[in-house]
């Protein structure tokens, strides 16, 4: 028998629901939605939307690829062979990855500034191996239509290694927009990059360009002259770091300000797919991401 209390609690039911879509929290939030209430309503806001299978996906996935020389050390082998299983890796997590509705860039801080600190044989080995890479990825990359974009200071990389990322990222230049389901695909290499001189380098460009009151300038602004914002890539939702290690090591410093931190204690050549997803993108899901706001 219907009552009136069953009537208005229907009723009432109703009208928080069509509040709740109303007010963009719906279908069209990003978090992953956990309490009973929340799941409740969305069914009286009508079916979930494409957009909201992806809501609980990261668009940018940053990643400090860390302990290949480490790895190679424990297991009593030449460092060199740990940074080649290191590249291995990071292709097939790529691949993987960038395969996913929802993901739109993936980010690899593979060498830093600081990096050049280093013995000049091993140097040498990384550069190698970089642009053995590069020739072998750059038809996958046309392919499946994922443009390739190199951050950092490349005037400082070999001749050899400038020409083929400039040729590469010259052909793949135009998928913007063209990836699966027509959402970009972006893949960024940050390659004798760092923070600090992304940052100071910004400052450059914006004293060197002069335009408008400076005093006026916004963070979105501002951010429009930094390695990623400059190429139109979004900050970075999730930062990925292997090997145990818990610092940010000079890599993105003003844009993962928001990010989701991981810190995994495999090294990169160790670390697998099943891995990535059951310590990282599962428990991304989980985060309620609030940006200083009250829950």
């Given at each position: 028998m219907t009552t009136p209390a069953s009537i208005m609690l229907v009723l009432t039911l109703f009208l928080i629901s069509g509040l709740y879509c109303v007010e963009g929290f719906g279908p069209t939030e990003r978090a992953s939605p956990h309490s009973a209430l929340r799941r409740g309503l969305r069914y009286y806001c009508g079916p979930v939307s494409t957009s909201d299978s992806n809501a609980a996906i990261p668009r940018h996935i940053a990643f400090?690829?860390?302990?290949?020389?480490?790895?190679?050390?424990?297991?009593?082998?030449p460092r060199s062979q740990g940074h080649s299983e290191g590249a291995s890796t990071t292709v097939e997590i790529a691949k993987h990855l960038l395969k996913m509705d929802g993901i739109e860039a993936l980010t690899f801080y593979?060498?830093?500034?600081?990096?050049?600190?280093?013995?000049?044989?091993?140097?040498?080995?990384?550069?190698?191996?970089?642009?053995?890479?590069?020739?072998?990825?750059?038809?996958?990359?046309?392919?499946?239509?994922?443009?390739?974009?190199?951050?950092?200071?490349?005037?400082?990389l070999p001749v050899t290694s400038q020409a083929l990322i400039q040729t590469i990222e010259a052909s793949t230049a135009v998928f913007d927009g063209q990836g699966a389901g027509g959402t970009a695909k972006t893949l960024v290499l940050a390659l004798s990059y760092g923070g600090r001189w992304d940052v100071l380098n910004a400052v450059?460009?914006?004293?060197?360009?002069?335009?408008?009151?400076?005093?006026?300038?916004?963070?979105?602004?501002?951010?429009?002259?930094?390695?990623?914002?400059?190429?139109?890539?979004?900050?970075?939702?999730?930062?990925?770091?292997?090997?145990?290690?818990?610092?940010?090591s000079n890599f993105l410093l003003w844009q993962i300000s928001y990010a989701e931190i991981f810190f995994l204690e495999s090294k990169w050549p160790d670390l697998t797919v099943a891995a990535l997803k059951e310590h990282v993108l599962d428990r991304y899901e989980e985060r309620s991401r609030r940006y200083g706001a009250a829950t």
């Open positions: 400090i690829v860390d302990g290949n020389g480490r790895w190679a050390t424990e297991k009593g082998l593979l060498f830093s500034s600081e990096n050049w600190s280093r013995p000049v044989e091993e140097i040498d080995n990384i550069m190698r191996l970089l642009e053995r890479y590069l020739m072998e990825v750059s038809a996958y990359l046309m392919e499946n239509k994922i443009k390739l974009v190199v951050i950092g200071e490349l005037e400082r450059k460009s914006l004293a060197k360009n002069k335009k408008g009151d400076l005093t006026k300038l916004t963070e979105e602004d501002f951010g429009k002259h930094l390695s990623l914002g400059s190429r139109g890539i979004p900050d970075p939702d999730v930062l990925v770091r292997t090997s145990g290690e818990k610092r940010l």
